[in-house]
């Protein structure tokens, strides 16, 4: 499978408990993007990272949430303590570098659901 | 004023009529414009990108952006019920890498 891999699909957490969210690019792109998607509301960026590097997290909350993108192995966005409020979608997205590459491509997203 | 704005919908049109979304935006530096369907419960698969004034056709599809206007379309001919769907429209300011999406318009073709 060559396109952007989530996982898990479905995660469910108590209030206060911790989630790890975990991306892997497109084969061939080196840029990942997280996005949320609160239940009917839009898309919402929330922070851009290449390999050992985050370049703008101009849409993370500013406690409880962080992600890493680490030279070896997937993207990981970490919510810490959750609360009900953070039950939505959370989508990757990757691209490459330039030219039509920097078109972004989503994977399936991962489902939380706090309990 | 938001960032990216799209008429809600829902928008219904007829099997093989032509379905017209619209998009607007307020930062005039955006520079790159896509176009996503999203169907309820799946996630964004990226149907068009445009990034000069003009029209860009992609089979059924067509993409038009009008910069001045700070305004960007997608025409979808020969609709379809499989094109019913929430469509996104995301604009890219230059030197930023990050999307801002707009809320999405719920399109129904009826067949």
């Known amino acids: 499978n060559a396109g952007v891999m989530q996982n898990p699909r479905h995660l469910v957490r108590r209030r206060g408990q911790e989630a790890r969210l975990r991306c892997s690019p497109m084969?061939?792109?080196?840029?990942v993007y997280w996005y949320r998607q609160l239940p009917e509301e839009g898309l919402k960026f929330m922070v851009y990272?290449?390999?050992?590097?985050?370049?703008?997290e101009s849409g993370m909350p500013k406690e409880r949430f962080s992600a890493e993108f680490p030279k070896e192995g997937p993207s990981i966005l970490r919510i810490q303590q959750v609360v009900r409020g953070d039950s939505a979608a959370y989508f990757c997205?990757?691209?490459?570098?330039?030219?039509?590459?920097?078109?972004?491509?989503f994977g399936p997203g991962t489902r939380l659901t706090v309990t | 004023q938001k960032e990216v704005e799209q008429n809600s919908g829902p928008l219904s049109v007829p099997e093989g009529a032509i379905a017209s979304l619209n998009c607007t935006y307020s930062?005039?530096?955006?520079?790159?414009f896509f176009w996503y369907r999203q169907y309820s419960g799946k996630s964004p698969e990226l149907i068009m990108s445009?990034?000069?004034?003009g029209d860009k056709e992609d089979g059924r599809f067509t993409a038009q952006l009008n910069k001045a206007s700070q305004y960007v379309s997608l025409l979808i001919r020969d609709s379809q019920p499989s094109d019913s769907a929430t469509y996104l429209c995301?604009?890219?300011?230059?030197?930023?890498?990050?999307?801002?999406f707009g809320q999405g318009t719920r399109l129904t073709i009826n067949p």
């Open positions: 997205a990757s691209s490459g570098t330039s030219g039509r590459t920097r078109e972004q491509y």
């Open positions: 084969k061939g792109h080196s840029h």
């Open positions: 990272l290449q390999k050992e590097n985050i370049i703008d």
């Open positions: 930062d005039r530096v955006s520079q790159s």
């Open positions: 445009i990034y000069s004034n």
């Open positions: 995301a604009v890219q300011i230059q030197g930023a890498q990050k999307l801002v």
